[in-house]
């Protein structure tokens, strides 16, 4: 096809002068109407053809190719083969000159759209695999990252390659003596992508995760594990980006496996006044037995192993792991048990170690919360106190 007839066109109309330059800005501009008008064809065709002869594959598949561009990228290369086709035809005579730079100018918009169909292609493998059950535990972003991030890098040099006119290969003979300083350059984004890969690898985090870095002020759960970057969401809803490779050189803590355990440990201490701790008459210990535990002194005694005379404390502890033991948001499969620790300043601390069975934070707060608040209002009963200090006395006194 040549455009001889535009110029028999405008001379037919009376235009003499410039009728090169007319001819050639009416041919370029019915070249760009044709390309846009394939663009859309293209487009159509994408959008409609292509989605019946999909329409029996699976749902994922098909949103993972339209929420990655890919239809609309693959587009694109419609009008660059009908501009392409037609430089040779419209850039005759005076300016066939300008045929070298144009073919220039397209084959760098080629290699661009090539490069942002592959991209699409990485978007899709992406979002696909979250679709995955593995996605979760083994978070493939840093990867994808990489990929684009060589893709990008390629599209550049041949890019360089074309305003050369040199071969690609002849460009990457030189990057060998640059090694050092791209390794400067690169030196966060290699140690993320060597992170990343150790962390996929050992799936010591993934998505969802909750976890607790006290250095970097990190306590929550994971958003996004990033090529250079960790996405945290703190649980006051703070933000918080760190470079992955932060969970290779430094410790952390990962609550995943207490969440998948069921199980959260109550760790807390009832503070007792030390000289409160007595020796319990008969009467006393008879009352006790009977009616927080249900039962005769001597079977009591025998059970727990104890003989007379047994304190008030010893009798409170008994209780307490008994209460421990049947209450009903406590684990039992796990450790549960009360013991007293060392004596202090502030008295004898009774330590409750057990794991309840919500991990949700505020229904296990409010099961250690319940726990507590029940063995201090029954602490009186047992005759023992607990230990508080006065601020406004600037002294320590017993809560009768």
Known sequence: MNF???????????????????????????????????????????????ERALRRAPERWYRALVDSGFFKRCANLAPVVIINSFIPVLFTGDFESWQSP????????????ITSILTSIANFVSIAYDYTPKARDVPITGVIQ????????????????????????????????????????????????????????????????????PDHNVDGTIQEVGLITLKVENWDKTIVYLPTYVLINQSFKNWQGM???????????????????????DDELEKIVDTYFGKSVDEWLKENDLEKPVSN??????????????????????????????PTAAGIPLEIYAFSSDTEWTKYEAIQSSI???LYSVLPEFGLRNYQYLNNQNAFSKNE
């Open 102 to 113: 144009l073919r220039t100018a397209v084959g760098i918009y080629l290699t661009w759209v």
């Open 259 to 281: 969440i998948e355990t069921g199980g959260r440990r109550m760790k807390r201490s009832l503070m007792i006044d030390l000289d409160s701790s007595k020796l319990l008459s």
């Open 146 to 213: 990489v990929v684009k991030l060589v893709l990008v890098l390629m599209a550049i040099i041949i890019t360089v390659a074309i305003i050369m006119n040199k071969s690609p290969m002849y460009l990457l003979s030189g990057f060998g003596a640059m090694t050092a300083i791209l390794m400067v350059v690169f030196k966060d984004t290699l140690m993320g992508f060597v992170a990343g890969v150790q962390l996929a690898t050992n799936r010591m985090v993934a998505i969802g995760d909750w976890i607790e870095l």
């Open 372 to 374: 507590i608040e029940h």
């Open 313 to 342: 404390l010893t009798a409170f502890r008994i209780f307490a792991d008994q209460y421990l033991k049947n209450h009903p948001k406590v684990r039992q499969d796990l450790t549960c048990m009360t013991r007293l620790m060392q």
């Open 4 to 50: 001889k007839f535009v110029r028999q066109w405008l001379e037919s109309m009376g235009i003499e002068s410039n009728l090169q330059e007319l001819s050639l800005v009416i041919g370029v501009t019915i070249i760009l109407v044709a390309s846009y008008i394939t663009y859309v064809i293209a487009r159509w065709v994408f959008d409609h053809a292509i």
